[in-house]
């Protein structure tokens, strides 16, 4: 009998537990190497630090964007960089920021959500931008970028 109330009053421990958590938002630990890759995404994408910001992808990159007839553009590393490189060889004046930007990480990975406003020559075009990061040896790494203009 004493077995059994045991096993009753730990099953109820954890139906409790489970239920109070169910549906609500798990907090994670401020991570400053995350932070800092999101500040070089921004901070590098310039022309003469092009190639450092290139270092921040995983060489299995893939880049996702639905495109205005419906399809979906993907592209590798060498492909979104090749089009990086050409728009800035362009000489046009590009930039981009983020707004609203969110960072949840856990167990090696983290989800990068965000706004952004993406310049070229001064025209202004918004969007939403989602980074998957991976943290390896050397530190992390974007191993995925999905992004739509609004």
């Known amino acids: 009998m004493r077995n059994a109330a045991r096993s009753l009053a730990l099953t109820l421990a954890i139906v409790c537990i489970t239920t109070s958590s169910f549906g609500q938002k798990t907090a994670t630990l401020r991570d400053p190497g995350?932070?800092?890759?999101?500040?070089?995404?921004?901070?590098?994408?310039?022309?003469?630090?092009?190639?450092?910001?290139?270092?921040?992808?995983?060489?299995?990159?893939?880049?996702?964007?639905?495109?205005?007839?419906?399809?979906?553009?993907?592209?590798n590393l060498a492909e979104f960089y090749n089009a990086q490189e050409e728009?800035?060889?362009?000489?046009?004046?590009?930039?981009?920021?983020?707004?609203?930007?969110?960072?949840?990480?856990?167990?090696?990975?983290?989800?990068?959500?965000?706004?952004?406003?993406?310049?070229?020559?001064?025209?202004?075009?918004?969007?939403?931008?989602?980074?998957h990061a991976i943290r390896d040896k050397d530190g992390w790494k974007i191993v995925a970028i999905i992004f739509s203009y609004d």
């Open 87 to 131: 728009r800035f060889a362009s000489g046009r004046r590009i930039s981009e920021r983020l707004e609203n930007v969110s960072i949840s990480t856990g167990n090696r990975i983290g989800r990068i959500n965000a706004d952004f406003i993406f310049s070229d020559e001064g025209v202004a075009r918004r969007g939403k931008l989602g980074l």
């Open 34 to 75: 995350i932070e800092k890759l999101v500040a070089n995404y921004i901070g590098l994408y310039t022309k003469p630090t092009l190639t450092d910001w290139k270092k921040l992808f995983d060489p299995s990159l893939t880049v996702a964007n639905p495109n205005r007839d419906g399809s979906i553009m993907i592209r």
